[in-house]
């Protein structure tokens, strides 16, 4: 039976570029599917955007952005601070506060494009790592930094669009900062009890803000670790699942088997056994970013079993049962649907079963045959035999055996006595019969006359050998009187002939009455030829 596994193709899809509904305050606006515009090109503009979600800061984390400052360096200001802090509406103060000054509790990450004296920034544009909405760059709330942003200007605010990396790891405890593809701050502390009060859950984000000076300033996500691009899927053996992910500039799928390209962002995975494939998405400055994704293989795909081809007997029914978790079921044959179904008519069998909760469709087919009733009749119709004759009566069928009524097995049978015979054939569907009715008759039945009157009324004046059809041909009819002297004979005459009869004259005078004996040699229509005698009185 062949055993079709139809390979589904499965959508693992969702989009890098964060579809969250993110929490925008102040001037933030939401400019396309993963940019945001935190100021405009105003004079104290200040807004900002949280991630929807709290996220764990017990668990690592790792952030890709593409930041803009604007396009005015000496006359633009004020910059953007990645934060953490549990608010969704939070918005800092403007102009130095970059949006996130007098937010606390908080953690900012700063990049602060305009020089604020009194809060001691540097000349060059700058990056720092600040707790509790500070902004001066002295104090136990200025963790790290300043240093200057980028490695190769001290000026950011230049029309471009340039990469900042933010990873957590939770395990070390340590926050760090890329920009341009450089490591630029690295911060190790207990955040969560230092900075959050022992509540690990804070929302993401970015503030920024303008004051006399002004840039528009915008964020772009390329990618959110929080945001898992690929789900776990389970399927049975022989399915695939397409693994799409986004976000990088190249891709190394590890392991590599059962992948058909293992360096795309859209792969078909179709492992033999459960697999943990782990992505590696690297971003423009070529650092990887990770992603993992367990597909399991379990079950069996061979599920769907209607069993080997068969026969059944025209009346009975075959029935088929493929129930299955979850599933649906599809079957080519019209009229039948679910998963039990009965069925009695030849035919081939189709069902495809997909299941819901895991990536598994299969089908199975089958061909019913029906097994040949035999026709069985014993032969002849009702009949009637002449006595002594056999009547053979033959069971013929194909298939099964036969049996008399009384349960003698038979294949022919001589039927010499009256009566009803009937024959059973036993065949695998059933039991068949047919009967006959057989009488027997004597075929030999003539009739002579015990007394004859020859006076010439033309009643009875002859004495010949009468019939109804039993008598084929008669060789001899012959009278003799009581001394034994022969008084008539004929040959080949045939009965029922009064001509060719004894007219009771010997050599043409009347015989005298009395007692007279005949012999008649005859065919008769069993086939058989008897002389038979008999006596016949003539009267006068
Ligand atoms: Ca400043
Ligand atoms: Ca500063
Ligand atoms: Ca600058």
Redo the contacts with the bound molecule.
Sequence with gaps: MPQNLKLLLFLVLLSANLPAQYFLNGSAVQTNDSCFQLTSEVEFDVGSIWFPEKVDLRNSFDLVMDMFFGCADVNG???IVFGLQPISASVGQAG?G?GIGGVRPALGVEF?????TN?N?PVFDHVAIMANGA?THSGPDNLAGPVVASTSSNNIENCQFLPLRVTWDANALTLRVYFNCDLRLEYTGDIVNEIFGGDPFVFYGFAAATGGLFNRHEVCFRFNSFLKQLDDVTMCPGGQVLLDVTGGERYEWTPTEGLDDPTAASVTAAPDTTTLYTVRIFDECDIPLLDTVRIAVEGDSAFVKLGPDTTICPTDFLTFDVTTPTAIYEWANPGLSGPVVSVSERGTYEVTVTRQDIICEASDRIFIDNIPVPEFDLGPPDTSLCLGELLPLTAVFEVGEGFLDDGTPFDTVYISQPGRYRAYVEHPCGTLFDQVDVAFESCRAVFLPTAFSPNGDGINDRFFPQDGGDVLAIYRFAVYNRWGNLVYEAFDLSPNDAASGWDGQVNGRAAPPGAYVWTLDADYRDGSRTVDQGTVTLLR
Excluded at 112 to 116: I, M
């Design positions: 200001a004020d910059g130095e970059l602060d494009t305009y020089q604020n809060r920034d902004v």
